[in-house]
Structures are given as C-alpha cells and as structure tokens.
C-alpha cells in the first residue's frame, strides 16, 4: 500500500517536473546556446569599462545615434536596445537573488564623457563583490559597474520606455557572467553580461541613501575626472521596492560598439528621487566640454523579439524531494500554476500595473 503511494508520487513528481522543465527550455534566454562572438573591432567603451584610462578611438556622440552604425556596424543590427515594452509573455522564471547587495564603501566615480560610472574599489576582497543568481539567468553574474542615462529636463531621460512612456532617468547595473572569468571574456559570448534596468521618477521627496551617489558629482564635472566615493553606496536601495516583477529580453549595449551580449532586466518598479537630486547630473560636462545631458539612445526596433515577464505571482516551486509532506497538495498546486504559465504563455500582459 504505501510502496504503491510512494510509486504514485514519484510518477506525478515526474510528470511534473519535465513539464516544468519543459516550460523552462521554452523561455527564449535559455533557448540561447552560448556562441563566440566574433570581434569586428576593439570596443573603446568595453575598455573603459575596465578602467583602463584609455580614450575612444572612433568618437560618437548623443546628437546623431543613427550615424553610430557608420562606425559601428553592429549598432544597425536587429537585436538592439533600448526598446519600448509595450506587451509581454508571461515566463516562469525564478526571482532574483541579490548576493552583497548591502554597503559598497569608497567605490570609484569616472565621468567619461558619455555617462558617470560607478565601479568597485580595486581593494574589494572577492568574497564582497555583489552578484546576482536566479532570475532565470543560468550562472552567477558579478556586478562590475553601474551608471546612469538622463535628459536635459524630467520629461524624458530613460533608455526604456514602458508602454511609450518615458521616465526621468535609468540606472543600469552591469554584470558578468562568472563562468567566463572575467568582464572582458565575458563580453565575447552573447550570455556574458546581465545589465538590470532601473526606470528612475521624479519626485517631491529627497530620496536619502541615494545622497551617496550625488553628493560628489561636482569633483567629477569635467570628461575624464575621477574621484572616490567617502560615503557608503547602498547597493539595496538603488533597486526598486518591488523587484520580483521584472521584463526579460535579449539585446545589445545602448552604446557603441552596440554588441549584442546582454541578457536586459528591466523591472516595472521604479524608484523616486527629488528634482535637485537629478539636476546635479545636468551639471556634468562631456565631451568637447558641452554640457552631459540626453545620454540616452532612442528606442531601437524589435524586429521580431519577444519580451517575457516575471509575474508577481510567478510558480515559486519548492519541492523538497527528500521529503514531501502531502504529495497530492504539493503536486495540485504546482500543476495548477505550471498550466496557468502554459495557458498565459500565449496570452500577452495588457494591464501591466504600473
Ligand atoms: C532639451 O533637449 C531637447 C532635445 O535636444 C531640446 O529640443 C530642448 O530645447 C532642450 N530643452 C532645454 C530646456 O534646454
Ligand atoms: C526537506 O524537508 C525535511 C523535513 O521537513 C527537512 O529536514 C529538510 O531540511 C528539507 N530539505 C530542504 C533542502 O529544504
Ligand atoms: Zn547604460
């Protein structure tokens, strides 16, 4: 009798299983079997990355983005980003861990002319450096810098765009793939980096733990400056509130070379700062000492790809094989929620609660 039970519930756990699996091999991030890119040309930006103090080579600037792909032949490629998220498939995936994301102490400020860069201090001890994991990325991605993309007033700024609207400003955090060893391998493989988005509002508020990132913008004002940080970075408080609803697609850096090796995370929850807060930004000059403003790159076309999302009510599936208290309520509710993705998976969001 009970040999039968325990037959019949690893027959079902199977079932199951590989039809999770199957809705997991589904999803189009996954679906990517990691190919070597071939390099057309050295990216100065990559390199920047790195802060390796060198200067771009072939120059680009905000005024003309259609004009990059002169230089940068892949910028007029069709895997480009930003994009505007107007719909999106529902997708099972997993939510987010956050490994170190607490207090980052004197991190590195860099105007480079097309952004202020935030990265990690060089004395950073490898136990420390923030990562993240699941979110249906398939390795551990380790933070390497993050940076953010404004406008000239808080009409506009972001790089994404939610069902055409457009936000004040977007903070990226840029990480890499860990199974490639390093940030530059890693921007070889078109799995190698994971960039979060976070959609920046204006509001009435001072938003406080994001001080730390203000406060010493003045000493980096001219392109090229460079100065550290005397206060702690919140690394939790750069993210939003809610960030177990996020969209996922495949595309490319928003900037030259426009290398198409990021795995985007755009989370539908924003964050808040004061009007005062995001006019020091404005105040940065860039290249050829103009004032650094409008950073961001337009919205590029789809061309065919599909954006899923993260559901707030996502299958979070717990099953603990070695010890399945009530087979039949486990089994229940996890099949009733793998079905709901099956049947939603072909269905697009149309009131995403923004
Ligand atoms: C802001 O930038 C836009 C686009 O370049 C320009 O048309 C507009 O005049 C600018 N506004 C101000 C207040 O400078
Ligand atoms: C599985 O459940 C048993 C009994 O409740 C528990 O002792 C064990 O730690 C659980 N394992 C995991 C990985 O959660
Ligand atoms: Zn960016």
Redesign the pocket.
């Known amino acids: 009798m009970t040999e039968k039970l325990l037959l019949l519930k690893y027959i079902l756990a199977f079932l199951v299983c590989s039809s999770f699996l199957q809705i997991v091999n589904n999803s189009p991030i996954r679906n990517v079997t990691p190919t070597k890119m071939v390099r057309t040309h050295e990216n100065p930006w990559i390199e920047h990355w790195e802060i390796k103090k060198q200067r771009a080579i072939s120059s680009w600037s905000y005024t003309d983005p259609e004009a990059w792909q002169h230089s940068f032949p892949t910028c007029g490629s069709n895997l480009q980003s930003p994009i505007n998220i107007e719909t999106a498939s529902l997708s099972a995936y997993p939510k987010f861990y956050f490994g170190n994301y607490g207090n980052i102490d004197r991190m590195t400020v860099t105007n480079n002319g097309h952004t202020v860069l935030f990265s990690l201090p060089s004395s950073i001890p490898a136990e420390s450096i923030p990562f993240i994991t699941g979110g249906g990325l398939s390795n551990r991605y380790n933070f390497v810098q993050f940076h953010f993309h404004w406008?000239?007033?808080s009409s506009h700024g972001s790089e994404h765009r939610i069902k055409s609207k457009k936000y004040s400003a977007e903070l990226h955090l840029v990480h890499y793939n860990t199974k490639y060893g390093s940030f530059s391998e890693a921007t070889k493989y078109d799995d190698g980096l994971a960039v979060l988005g976070v959609l920046i509002k204006v509001g009435k508020k001072i938003n406080s733990p994001f001080r730390a990132v203000v406060d010493q913008l003045n000493e980096v004002d001219e392109d090229g400056d460079e100065t550290t940080l005397v206060n702690l970075i919140s690394f939790k408080d750069l993210l939003p509130s809610r960030t177990t609803t996020f969209f996922r697609y495949s595309g490319s850096f928003t900037t030259p070379g426009c290398e198409e090796i990021i795995i985007w995370t755009v989370f539908d929850d924003s964050i808040t700062i004061s009007e005062s807060q995001l006019s020091k930004f404005r105040l940065l000059k860039g290249r050829d000492s103009l004032t650094l403003?409008?950073n961001y790159r337009p919205v590029q076309s789809l061309s065919g790809r599909t954006v899923t999302y993260r559901s707030h009510s996502g299958c979070h599936i717990t099953i603990n094989w070695s010890h399945i208290s009530s087979p039949i309520v486990d089994i229940y509710q996890y099949s009733t929620c793998v079905f709901s993705f099956y049947a939603n998976s072909f269905l697009t969001i149309l009131g995403v609660n923004l």
Do not use: E, L
């Open positions: 406008g000239n007033d403003v409008n």
